[in-house]
């Protein structure tokens, strides 16, 4: 073969590779088209769908702020009428009483006055879940905010004739807090203390320093709680506690609401327990400036 058939044979050769490298090519720019065109097109299918469900979501809000905002109007605002009624009808303001009729109303009125708390705490925890609950940090002295709770639950404890203690807490430098809500934990915890709390009993109120924070105490001589409950004890509607302590069933929303406030305060709440030795609760929120 000459150099001349040899040097035309090299050339068909590379020719015919170059003819397959661009059909190779041809067809990967076809593929990487098409491979775009689809992905392309799920793209705008998720992005339909994203859109759908943001639409379907926010719709889901509105309606479930609706229904919240209904809750509070055609059903708590009401109920507080027919309490206070209740109220005023046992105090012999629409006239006497019989026994009887004392009887039943008494306990209209605990049913009345038990559905209204399931009622705020329904509403509590929807508007905690909501994440529209904001607080207003100030300084807040710990003493009032005990002082404030223990008002309210002064009736009830009497009723029961408790004994409820509480150290002296005017020392103590002021946390930083809600106010209000921190009022809402220690009702909470101490409605709960005097529930689970035999006639009689007794309920300690503390408080210790502990670096920037300050922890309470609230303890009591009650039931308690089986070590194996603790860990559900602050689920939402984990009532634990059966017994004759109590005239009906809670809603086992109490203590998840509580957790959720201390821990919007950058807390920590805690508790210790054992069945027939009382129960130990303790929340820890920062103080207003750290001590010197």
Do not use: C
Request: cysteine-free; charged content about 25%; glycine content about 8%.
């Amino acid at each position: 073969m000459t150099d001349e058939q040899k040097s035309r044979d090299r050339l068909i050769q590379e020719r015919d590779a170059a003819l397959v490298a661009l059909r190779i090519a041809q067809q990967q720019w076809g593929l990487l088209t098409l491979d775009s065109e689809q992905e392309k097109h799920r793209l705008e299918q998720s992005l339909t769908g994203l859109s759908d469900a943001n639409r379907h979501l926010s719709d889901v809000d509105r309606l479930r702020n609706q229904f919240f905002s209904h809750m509070n109007h055609e059903l708590r605002t009401p109920l507080n009428s027919v309490i206070g009624f209740l109220e005023d009808t046992l105090e012999g303001l629409a006239g006497p009483l019989n026994p009887e009729q004392h009887r039943y109303l008494g306990h209209a009125l605990g049913s009345a006055e038990h559905l209204l708390n399931v009622i705020n705490e329904v509403l509590d925890l929807a508007f905690l879940e909501s994440g529209k609950s904001l607080l207003t940090l100030q300084p807040a002295p710990i003493s009032a905010v005990v002082e404030a709770a223990m008002a309210i639950m002064e009736p009830q404890m009497l009723k029961k004739g408790q004994i409820l203690t509480v150290k002296q807490l005017d020392h103590f430098p002021p946390v930083l807090g809600d106010s209000a809500k921190l009022v809402q934990v220690m009702l909470n915890l101490l409605s709960n203390a005097n529930k689970y709390t035999r006639d009689g009993g007794r309920i300690d109120v503390d408080a210790e320093l502990d670096g920037g924070w300050l922890t309470v105490r609230v303890r009591d001589d009650g039931i308690g709680i089986r070590r194996e409950d603790l860990p559900r004890l602050f689920e939402e509607f984990t009532p634990l506690a059966k017994s004759h302590l109590l005239p009906r069933p809670g809603t086992g929303l109490g203590l998840s609401i509580t957790r959720r406030l201390v821990e919007l305060h950058g807390g920590v709440i805690q508790v210790d327990s054992e069945p027939g030795q009382g129960s130990t609760f303790g929340f820890r929120v920062p103080l207003a400036s750290s001590p010197a």
